[in-house]
């Protein structure tokens, strides 16, 4: 089936063409670095405290670039004068880089104006936007600062990310892109600056908020965490039966089960308060500690959603959500802050209502999910019993998985294109698998299907996918 791009959140204007953008409040004590063209709203600054926050980073950089080798060379005069002077340095240029940079919307662009010698303007168009995060460091907490990152389709990494903003400018430029990205052709949205008297936007109807006990519990039942113990009272035994303790034995020790309780804090540190509103037609989710996150979702944008249950979780009949985004950046290389999460943990019946939300109709315990052959059991001997595949009303839906039991739901409105593929052991069994991929996702496969129900699978989906993007 040839791919095909989700619908745009509303049509542009023609190529050529100009539209005006209303005026915008400028942020209090940030002037425009200067006026533009005529009919166009004046560009804004940021925060005038952002050069602040950005030199405070970077004289944790270069602290840690110097070392204490350093230190223990040049004598601690010299190393206060060299740490000075470097972030003295960084400060310029971060409020160089401030004084030139400037934002404001055009039409349906987001247009972002930065660089001193080589000037550089950004442009994002607004029809192309999946997502906006308001984002806030510890740094940004303690200032009443925000980061404003919008998501776009086709995006390798997050698009023009404004860094930093008062809190409330933040708010409402982010209700202002999202107005502008899903607004019909030639309709104008003011913002609330112009309509004092008009009524402020709903607060969003809640859907669930994970409790913390819970989320503390749920990365104890990781195997880092379950198998941690027994890690240590190992290495206790080894010094113990060595008659060593020497410093730096001991300080390695600590070191790799740092490493490896790391990624559980990070995860409890990053979903802490987790909290999931419905806004109208889309989703709203804040969580975060140390880094606050408020990420909004428009829903005609969910290309997959994906159900995990991890062994130990199983105990306590827990799961956790996560959905797809056309253009999401893939975020950290460990999972961290990826913008994905739906529901970091719950039970069933919670899952149920956060997926009917997503995708109406959809329950998660009436999915048909068909077993492939018993002749896969000789590719897939061990979780052959876990493989199904099957269609639903609207969805398609693949379960896989042995220790960790996975559910992949996709619409068939966000199919791009349908793919059977054989290797050569699949070839001798006559077993194929069907690949159903989505816009810049990886879809969902059902694995070692039959190849006569492969082919019938495939052409079913292709169907149903042409049926679904002609409906909407």
Do not use: C
Request: positive net charge; hydrophobic residues 45%; aromatic residues 6%.
């Amino acid at each position: 089936m040839p791919g095909r791009s989700p619908g745009p959140l509303g049509d542009g204007p023609p190529p050529g063409d100009h539209v005006p953008g209303p005026a915008y409040a400028p942020t209090p004590g940030a002037p425009a670095p200067g006026p533009g063209p005529a009919g166009e709203e004046p560009r804004q600054r940021l925060h005038p405290l952002s050069p602040v926050l950005h030199g405070a980073k970077s004289l944790v950089v270069v602290i840690a670039g110097l070392s204490w080798s350093t230190l223990s060379r040049v004598g601690f005069g010299v190393f206060a004068a060299l740490v000075a002077a470097l972030a003295l340095g960084a400060t310029v240029l971060a409020v160089v880089s401030w004084w030139n940079t400037g934002y404001h919307i055009v039409g349906r662009e987001l247009r972002v104006h930065e660089g001193l010698l080589w000037r550089r303007t950004r442009a994002i168009p607004l029809e192309r936007l999946q997502a906006v995060e308001v984002v806030r460091p510890l740094l940004a907490q303690l200032t009443g600062l925000a980061e404003l990152r919008l998501e776009v389709v086709g995006g390798g990494k997050t698009e023009a990310p404004l860094a930093y903003l008062g809190v409330a400018d933040a708010e409402a430029l982010r209700q202002r892109l999202l107005a502008v990205a899903g607004r019909a052709p030639g309709r104008e949205v003011a913002p609330a600056a112009e309509h004092p008297g008009a009524a402020p936007e709903p607060a969003g109807r809640p859907l669930h908020a994970v409790r913390n006990t819970d989320l503390l519990v749920s990365q104890l039942l990781t195997p880092q965490a379950f198998l941690l113990p027994f890690g240590l009272v190992f290495v206790v035994a080894q010094f113990l039966s060595a008659g060593s303790w020497s410093f730096i034995a001991v300080a390695s020790t600590l070191t790799a089960m740092a490493g490896v309780i790391l990624q559980p804090v990070r995860r409890v540190l990053d979903d802490w308060s987790f909290r999931l509103d419905r806004e109208d037609d889309r989703l709203r989710v804040r969580n975060g500690l140390l880094e606050t996150r408020v990420q909004t979702v428009p829903l005609d944008r969910v290309q997959t959603i994906g159900v995990t249950w991890p062994l130990l979780w199983r105990l306590k009949g827990w799961l956790r959500l996560r959905l797809e985004v056309a253009g999401y950046s893939g975020g950290e290389p460990d999972d961290r802050n990826r913008p994905d999460r739906l529901l970091p943990v719950g039970d069933l019946r919670i899952a149920e209502e956060i997926v009917a939300e997503v995708l109406p109709g959809v329950r998660l315990t009436g999915l048909p999910l068909a077993p492939p052959p018993a002749r896969a059991r000789w590719l897939r001997p061990l979780s052959v019993r876990v493989l199904g595949a099957g269609l639903g009303e609207r969805v398609f839906a693949v379960r896989s998985g042995l220790l960790t039991r996975q559910l992949a739901i996709v619409p068939y409105a966000r199919i791009q294109s349908v793919r059977v593929v054989q290797g050569p052991a699949q070839r001798r069994l006559g077993l194929a698998t069907v690949h159903a991929d989505t816009a810049g996702g990886s879809g969902a496969a059902a694995h070692d299907r039959d190849l006569g129900e492969a082919w019938a699978l495939a052409a079913e989906l292709t169907a149903r996918a042409h049926a679904a993007r002609r409906a909407r």
